[in-house]
């Protein structure tokens, strides 16, 4: 999905648009709703805009039936025509596997802010201090300090203590989450 910088819609793809209409209960033409209304209800949502300087997240989670998607959001450069400082929106929509850590889970759990939240997404990917603060577009010291607030809310003094501890809201970290495993 491609958007203006004004965040109008320019392009998006059938696929898309099928997974953001996947069942929705508003009115529909042609069986999906209007590209506008889901802009405004779907899509703008995931965007956080602070103030002019219009930073967004890099990726946001969420469901859609019951399949789990990550959107990717990119700065794009400038078309022609558009001011230097403008730049187009790019949304990647990446399908993920059934076997990804439930954040929202842990957001709630832990009480993390948005931040706390973004930055653990991060690290469980396996993504280094400075990689993080590149997509978070914050220093590293910054990164460091989310990550030491979301280890002090979570109880651990180490990264691999919160790995271990989000390793548990995965569904297979509990026999009851896997079929194959009895119960105790």
Known sequence: ???????????????????????????????????????????????RTDGPSAQFRSANEFQSGRRRYVCRIFRVTSRPGIGAQQHDVALLFERTSTSTFDIEEIRKTYHLTEREEETLQHLVRGLTTKEIAARMQVSPN??????????????????TGVMSKVMEFRPWSSPQGRPDIPPP
Do not use: W
């Open 142 to 159: 910054t990164v460091k300090a989310f990550l030491r607030l979301v280890m002090i809310k979570m109880g651990f003094q180490s990264r």
């Open 1 to 47: 999905m491609l958007l203006d910088p004004s965040l109008k819609l320019i392009s998006a793809n059938e696929e898309v648009i099928q997974i953001l209409n996947y069942q929705n209960s508003k009115p529909k033409q042609n069986g999906h709703r209007l590209p506008d209304e889901l802009l405004r209800d779907k899509i703008h949502p995931m965007l």
